[in-house]
């Protein structure tokens, strides 16, 4: 909702009740990945209901090869940058792997860092129905979580690599069997990564809760992406991940054209410099045993 406040235009804050509300009315949930100040800030100003600050950034921000390796540390530093630059989204952050998996005791420990010390206003976990009770626990001290099957690249090992999920039968069952144990966890939402498109719906239309959409076509609920992947700024974009636009040629071709301008001392310009007035001008270059300049004329500076 937008709100006109003393002639400005601001978008109210997206809370829990506003993503029900919108899941409600049928209206889709728009979900993007950020993973610092001027990103965070982007994704806001876009008008994206909820802002995820994704373990992803292991891979496109912090050049890991794989979204194991990040640290709690390391994704407390980027949510909290995140959060600096989020005023109306809600905001998530993934709890990365090792924080969660041991007991529900440390899963509220460090759930509760990313809440205090990350600013956050949720978490993201990765896991079925062997994980629904340590969400029930998290959710009964009043931590919102979201949810995530599918496709769990901090499991990417032990399926495999990064594989497409539920595509026989019977893993399309044990899928729909770990969305409603999230469901009665408390999730709030599910993430479906890589799933078969008729497998997801199904999901969608059995849960009373939002499904947020990966690769799982358009039956979701609402529907994620990481930044760099639809923005061209990550090497290869996955199959499911629409490129809306290059942004890597532009900045490269950006760089390239600032390093010529450099060398050829086309930059900087007189545009970019910062004059003196011309008394002291003349004060300074008599100093320094200058020889005087003219002004100009129009601005009487040199």
């Given amino acids: ?43 806001d100003k876009a008008g994206i ?3 995820l600050v994704g373990d992803s950034l292991a891979m496109v921000a912090l050049g890991y090869t794989s979204t194991s390796q990040v640290t709690l540390d390391e ?5 909290r940058a995140v959060a600096r630059g989020t005023r109306s989204s809600f905001l998530v952050v993934d709890m990365p792997f090792g ?16 809440i205090k010390e990350g600013k956050a206003e949720a978490v993201k976990l990765e ?3 062997e994980m629904a009770p340590t969400i029930s626990r998290l959710t009964q001290v009043g931590i919102p979580v979201l949810g995530h099957i599918g496709l769990t690249p901090q499991r990417q090992a032990s399926l495999g690599g990064y594989k497409v999920q539920g595509k026989t039968m019977a893993k399309a069952k044990a899928m729909i069997d770990d969305a409603l144990a999230l469901q009665d966890a408390g999730c709030y939402a599910v993430v479906l990564e890589a799933v078969p498109e008729p497998v997801a719906r199904h999901i969608t239309d059995v849960l009373t809760i939002p499904t947020i959409g990966i690769g799982a076509g358009a039956g979701c609920s609402g529907q994620v992406l990481v930044l760099q992947d639809m923005l061209g700024l990550y090497g290869r974009v996955p199959r499911f991940c629409k490129t809306y636009r290059n942004l890597a040629d ?20 007189k545009e970019h410099c910062y004059p003196m007035p011309q008394e002291e001008l003349n004060r300074f270059l008599q100093m320094t045993g200058q020889e005087q300049h003219k002004p100009d004329t129009e601005t009487g500076h040199t």
């Fill in 49 to 51: 209901d909820m802002t």
């Fill in 127 to 129: 896991g079925g129905k």
């Fill in 250 to 269: 532009e900045i490269v071709d950006a760089l390239k054209e600032y390093s010529t301008d450099v060398k050829s001392g086309a930059f900087p310009a």
């Fill in 75 to 79: 994704m407390l530093h980027h949510c």
């Fill in 1 to 43: 909702m937008v709100k006109e406040v003393q002639g400005v235009f601001l978008r109210s804050k997206v809370t829990l009740a506003t993503l029900r509300k919108l899941y409600k009315r049928h209206e889709p949930i728009t979900v993007m990945t950020a993973h610092d100040f001027p990103t965070g800030t982007l994704v």
């Fill in 99 to 114: 924080t969660y998996e041991t007991n529900a005791d440390q899963a509220i420990n460090n759930a509760v860092r990313m």
